[in-house]
Every structure is written in structure tokens, then in C-alpha cells.
């Protein structure tokens, strides 16, 4: 079993759709919870980061934590073809951080 | 600009030929990290630098070696590459692991043939 655990996709939604895209953990010791976006041919760049459970919320975008079941979340909104691109979820505690594989996401226009 | 900068963007080479990734940050970040990119697994993470002379090995090390010299450089280097480490290589910094996100560069394509 992975450490994390992410579903690949693709997941393909029409514009203005509320996306919702997860993550489960099994390392109950993770403290910082974040998303990263990548687009094709680029790095990843930081979308969100969060610390412990809890919600929190950057315009069109929520991020979720349930450390009680090991599981991430984050929401789109009214989402733009502009957000396709593939979301990685990652935690870490000390020097330790895991990534999920990616769920590759597309908004049709 | 802060910028974590790699290169070459793309690199094709043939078995046993040595090769080295060169990564750059200009935030004056202590922690630098390597990871590989592979479908379905995800990035792993091959090496890490606390500070100078500090390096560690990550999850998948072998066959990698790496220096941090100065503080804003941090090299990946293959003494010997083979076609299992063909794949999208990412450098990362920050300003200290577990308490900050990372910032990545725009990845290196290696192929090994």
C-alpha cells in the first residue's frame, strides 16, 4: 500500500463545474498538508498549504483536512479551462514529505 | 524573479555516459532537494541538502550523486546512467523542509537509449 494514495484520473468536467479531487494517507504523523498544480511542461508551483485539520479557502479554491480518517480534499469552483492541469497532493512532518501521483484534471470549455 | 532555474530542459544520452543536472536558487533557501517523476508513481524524492556540505540520501538514491557547495547551487550527477533513470527530474528548494512548501524548477527530460 502507498503512502498516499491519489486517484489518477483523468477526470474531465464542463466549465463552471464544482471539481472535488483527494487524497488518503496512511502516516498519521503528517502535520503539513499542501496542492501543488502542474501544467504540462512545467514544475509544480504551490496552490495551497495547509497546517493540521481544518479548512481553508483561497478564492475559488478550498482545501480540506480530516487527519481523524488520513484524508485531503480540495474543491474548485465554478472551475475555468485555465485550471486544466494535473494536482498533486503532498504532506510532510520534519524532513519527511510524500506526494501523491497526480490526478490529471481537464475543464471543457 | 525568484526562480528555481535547471538545466538542460531536455538531455538524451547513451548508456554509461556520464552526465551531470545543474539546479540553481536565487532565495537564498537552505533546503534543496532532487525528485524523480515517473506515471503512476508519482515524484520521489532522490536526494536532499539541508545547508552546505549537508546532503542526505532520499528515497531513491542509487545510481545519483549530488554536492551542495554553495548554498545556491545543488547538481545532480550520473556516473553511469542507465535506461531505468530515464525519466523527469525536478530540483525543489525552500526555505527549511516540513515548515515551508517547496518551489520547483521546470523539470529535465532525461532519456537514457
Known amino acids: 500500500q502507498k503512502e498516499v494514495e491519489q486517484d489518477p484520473g483523468p477526470l474531465s468536467v464542463p466549465e463552471g463545474a464544482i471539481v472535488s479531487l483527494n487524497c488518503t494517507y496512511s502516516?498519521?504523523?503528517?502535520?503539513?498538508f499542501m496542492w501543488y498544480r502542474q501544467y504540462s511542461r512545467k514544475g509544480p508551483e504551490l496552490l495551497m498549504y495547509?497546517?493540521?485539520?481544518g479548512n481553508k479557502e483561497d478564492g475559488r479554491f478550498t482545501a480540506q483536512v480530516d487527519k481523524s480518517s488520513k484524508y485531503i480534499s480540495l474543491f474548485i469552483r465554478d472551475s475555468q479551462p485555465s485550471d486544466s492541469a494535473t494536482y498533486l497532493c503532498?504532506?510532510?512532518?520534519?524532513?519527511?514529505?510524500?506526494f501523491g501521483a497526480g490526478t490529471r484534471l481537464t475543464v471543457k470549455p | 524573479e525568484a526562480q528555481v532555474t535547471q538545466n538542460p530542459r531536455y538531455l538524451i544520452t547513451v548508456t554509461g555516459k556520464k552526465l551531470t543536472v545543474t539546479c540553481s536558487q536565487n532565495?537564498?533557501?537552505?533546503?534543496m532537494s532532487w525528485y524523480r517523476q515517473d506515471p503512476g508513481l508519482g515524484l520521489r524524492q532522490i536526494y536532499y541538502?539541508?545547508?552546505?556540505?549537508?546532503?542526505d540520501k532520499g528515497d531513491v538514491p542509487e545510481g545519483y550523486k549530488v554536492s551542495r557547495k554553495e548554498k545556491r547551487n545543488f547538481p545532480l550527477i550520473l556516473e553511469s546512467p542507465s535506461p531505468n533513470q530515464t525519466s523527469l527530474y525536478f530540483c525543489?528548494?525552500?526555505?527549511?523542509?516540513?515548515?515551508?512548501?517547496?518551489?520547483f524548477g521546470n523539470g529535465t527530460r532525461l532519456t537514457v537509449t
Open positions: 525543489a528548494s525552500s526555505p527549511g523542509i516540513g515548515t515551508s512548501p517547496l518551489h
Open positions: 502516516n498519521s504523523a503528517f502535520q503539513y
Open positions: 495547509t497546517y493540521s485539520s
Open positions: 503532498a504532506m510532510s512532518v520534519g524532513t519527511e514529505m510524500r
Open positions: 532565495m537564498n533557501h537552505e533546503y
Open positions: 541538502s539541508m545547508n552546505v556540505e549537508v546532503t
